[in-house]
Nanobody
Framework: QVRLVESGGGLVQPGGSLRLSCTHS????????MGWYRQAPGKQRELVAT?????RTTYADSVKDRFTISRAYNTVYLQMNRLKPDDTAVYYC??????????WGQGTQVTVSS
């Protein structure tokens, strides 16, 4: 069974940085895209960033120029700089496969507060 295991969340002050990691336990050969989503209390889950390989990345407007997604083999990273209180959410890793199926991680909490 494929697992996505996330790490790197925590509490950080406004303006600080965090780096999230997500490792895919199965073969990465069938992965089309990996990405990060987030869900704040009382809000819907939203896309943060995706990486489809070969430099093909997408970002939500709210995180452009502050967050950077990168991928190495079966691990995807999210470098988050200049964090704001509005970035507080549970961050979920996602993998999309050929054929349209997806996998989700268990989520990692990011809290931006002074």
């Amino acid at each position: 069974q494929v697992r996505l295991v996330e790490s790197g969340g925590g509490l950080v002050q406004p303006g600080g940085s965090l780096r999230l990691s997500c490792t895919h336990s199965g073969s990465s050969a069938s992965i089309v895209r990996m990405g990060w989503y987030r869900q704040a209390p009382g809000k819907q889950r939203e896309l943060v960033a995706t990486d489809a390989g070969r430099g093909r990345t997408t970002y939500a407007d709210s995180v452009k120029d502050r967050f950077t997604i990168s991928r190495a083999y079966n691990t995807v990273y999210l470098q988050m700089n200049r964090l704001k209180p509005d970035d507080t959410a549970v961050y979920y890793c996602n993998a999309e496969y050929w054929g349209g199926t997806t996998s989700w991680g268990q989520g990692t909490q990011v809290t931006v507060s002074s």
